[in-house]
């Protein structure tokens, strides 16, 4: 057909190779492309309306939570990075530098913000004095750079689109509590939304955050049996409250050192969705970010009367407020399925001559190709229903897989022999709480610890590693 | 009273120092805070929140004209900057660079985008084959970075928020028919929704955006009698697709250049806000971007009864879509009173016992303190209509101010005389068109050329400088 814009080309299996498999889904459901610098890519459109519907959701969660949106520059200068030790030891070997502004040296060099939370602290110093201004619970959506090494869209890039909530509070209980409110909300939104189950745990000493007492993270594992951290929620104690000297007049009027938590997830999720529910034919969607959740595909579109009914059909699910999308191209209808399926829509909706004289359409689901035939009356809510059994399923298929790649062990040879059988995915095992273990366990099996959840299970009472008495039980796995 | 936060202090007045005025609202109304590093700010809650206001406006219409949102990398290899000639000799000289990654000096320097034309070029380059990719109609909310030697909050930062427009289409026509439309955009939400009435029209030669064959523009007149450029509209021609090599093939098959546009408002558009309608006892915002529309003030509220009914007419009005913050705090009334002010809220409600015992409150709107007393019932359809008022009053005060200080002159004498007797302000006069006589009107009356008005008027058939045969009437004033 000489209008046919191109045919949808094929993507690698993931069975023949997984990473191939990621980046044709990224690259031809036109989520990025690549630009001339390293690691740093263009989100387009259908890829940025992804993030569009996960932003909006997740504003209003802290919103509905008592947070306030800010924003803080992108530049750091250098003696404000090395406030706080463990920060800069952290951050300092992987952040850029400006040195010149126009024509000119910079007196001090500037970093492009890797995180900000000097930034929040040199802020909190100018306008926290008494206990009545606190707590400050705020959030910023903007990006943020780290000098990677080895890049790939959206899962490691050197740029980066994220929120970071800080918030600052008059005791460590409230942010404690904070900390753990926010994790909640991650995996609340992980699991609702995005019908990704994740494991809540805490993670390790040696795998906190640079300045954290404490680091909380959501885990997920992708279909490669790789884990992904999805979200992190950090408690800092009043250290850097310390460093950057923010005190505040508590009611008895004694002069307190508050305390911070920091906590954000990033376009990372983007990838997340891709590998918890992509399948060989391109990306499946949950119905909840999905920029178009149904696709009306007319069949025999020059006929008489179709493309007005494609269109009857589709003003009445958006005004059931259902993101639909009419394709009356003069694409095939077959190119239009293989299109739509690459890009994940989860309900294709089919509309042929036929199908009007019995007042009829097909509905076919991305995740499983089912198609079931439904009445045009009241389509918006046999659609809205159907949305609602997608995203149960794809959650219920995501925890099914996780549930058969998680293995009990309770010795390393077990570690090895599960993995070695089923494939890679999550070990659970017990530990000391010895990084010289934890460094074992990683250094002879291949799996690192991935947190310390906090629904506990007691496989044995030693460690897996040296056999001493355990501590916890711990996820481990191969990383994003 | 030992609860009380601080007192609203007094603000200096706009006939004693404008620009301490300017910037005494900023801080005390808390939109912005200062950083360490110069022209950098943090962007506080209730600033974020006017932004957040007309990110979701101006998004809408974007969306409503058929426009999508991208993201591209904040960085450009300086030899990317450089492939246009006229935009990187606009640009180089401001931009801030990045030499290092960690530890690693780079192989070329990146630039911190001061604007994204280059950017959506290559992009354009690798995604546009034929007449069927085109056109291309994008948009994106980020933050670029200039460095400017002088700055001031909102007006003139380093770094400043804002959207950037790009599209890219198969003929000229239509994308000076897009560089119009979006034009009329900026109009349209400046005047319905900020309140602030502008002028359209086209630069001058001298003053357009580097690389662009023509840049319009809409142009506000501040309470000093300042302009301030609010938004602008440029047509590239193909300019751009040369130097970067972007092709398309027609429907006849042959190889063509397309033709692009871009377009952009930042967060200047908040100082505009402020200097189009605050007053010497702080902000007044437009309800349309008034993070609070109505602040409920209860008086004798720790009388039976007072909260109880405040919190009534708190919900009525927020289920009848109005922002409004009932404000129990311990402050005394004549306290809060002054902040909310200070913060422009639209439409305060004053509520005690003798008002409730009458079914009413006391309504007083911000911008002319005028006080009405109304119906505790159906009182959501009452504010609504009150802040409908407010609008269309701040406008029309806007508009007289404008008219009053809009002088039409046929000699430099007149102008001179003019801003003389009456302040600065818009001066209406000829011009021949020569960038000689547009240089000299500036030296001579100190009024620059803000933009050949789409709506031309006939004041004279000769040019108010020298004499010659009148090509324009041309909008000159002082520019922010």
Redesign the interface.
């Known amino acids: 057909m000489a209008q046919q814009?191109k045919m949808v080309d094929d993507i690698t299996s993931m069975e023949e190779d997984f990473a191939k498999w990621y980046t044709d889904i990224v690259k031809k459901a036109e989520l990025i492309?690549y630009?001339?610098?390293k690691g740093?890519?263009?989100?387009?459109?259908f890829g940025?309306?992804i993030?569009?519907h996960m932003q909006k959701i997740l504003d209003g969660m802290f919103k509905a939570t008592g947070h306030?949106?800010?924003?803080?520059?992108?530049?750091?200068?250098e003696s404000?990075l090395q406030k706080e030790k463990d920060h800069v030891e952290g951050f300092?070997?992987?952040?850029?530098?400006?040195?010149?502004?126009?024509?000119e040296k910079l007196e001090e060099r500037?970093c492009?913000r890797p995180t900000s939370e000097t930034?929040f602290c040199?802020?909190y110093a100018?306008?926290i004095q008494?206990h009545?201004d606190l707590p400050k619970l705020?959030n910023q959506w903007?990006?943020v750079?780290r000098?990677e090494k080895t890049t790939r869209p959206f899962l490691r890039s050197?740029?980066f689109?994220w929120q970071e909530g800080h918030t600052i509070h008059a005791t460590a209980e409230e942010a404690v509590e904070e900390t753990e409110r926010m994790l909640n909300v991650y995996a609340d939104f992980c699991e609702q939304y995005l019908a990704m189950p994740v494991v809540k745990g805490q993670k390790t000493e040696s795998d906190k955050f640079a300045g954290a007492v404490s680091t909380y993270a959501i885990e997920a594992l992708m279909h490669d049996g790789k884990a992904l951290q999805a979200g992190t929620s950090h408690y800092f104690g009043d250290g850097f409250a310390k460093a950057f000297g923010i005190q505040y007049q508590s009611k008895e009027n004694k002069l307190e050192y508050p305390h911070q938590t920091s906590w954000g997830v990033t376009t990372r999720l983007i990838g997340a969705v891709i590998m918890t529910h992509g399948d060989n034919n391109g990306l499946v969607l949950p119905p909840a970010v999905a920029p178009i959740q149904a696709v009306i595909v007319p069949v025999a579109m020059h006929k008489p009367g179709v493309l007005e009914k494609a269109n009857e059909v589709k003003a009445a699910l958006e005004a059931g407020g259902i993101r639909v999308k009419l394709d009356s191209s003069d694409n095939s209808p077959g190119w239009k399925f293989a299109e739509y399926e690459m890009k994940g829509v989860p309900v294709r909706i089919e509309l042929g001559p036929r199908d009007i004289e019995n007042n009829a359409c097909v509905l076919v689901t991305r995740h499983n190709r089912e198609k079931t035939v439904a009445s045009l009356d009241n389509l918006a809510d046999t659609v809205k229903a159907k949305l609602g059994e997608v995203r149960d399923a794809l959650y219920q298929s995501a925890l099914e897989n996780r549930e058969r790649r998680t293995y009990a062990c309770t010795t390393m040879d077990e570690i090895t022999a599960a993995l070695n059988e089923h494939g890679d995915g999550f070990v659970k095992a017990m530990w000391c709480g010895d990084e010289a273990c934890e460094d074992k366990v990683k250094e002879v099996t291949g799996v690192g610890s991935r947190c310390i959840p906090f629904a506990q299970e007691h496989l044995s009472d030693v460690c897996v590693c040296c056999g001493k008495p355990a501590k916890h039980m711990v996820y481990w796995g191969k990383a994003y």
């Not at 300092?92 to 400006?98: D, G, K, L």
């Open positions: 814009k492309e630009t001339s610098v740093c890519m263009v989100i387009r459109p940025y309306a993030w569009e306030e949106n800010v924003c803080m520059p992108m530049f750091i200068p404000l300092a070997p992987e952040v850029a530098w400006v040195t010149h502004g126009g024509n500037l492009v930034l040199e802020h100018n306008i008494s009545r705020y903007v990006s750079v000098w050197r740029e689109l």
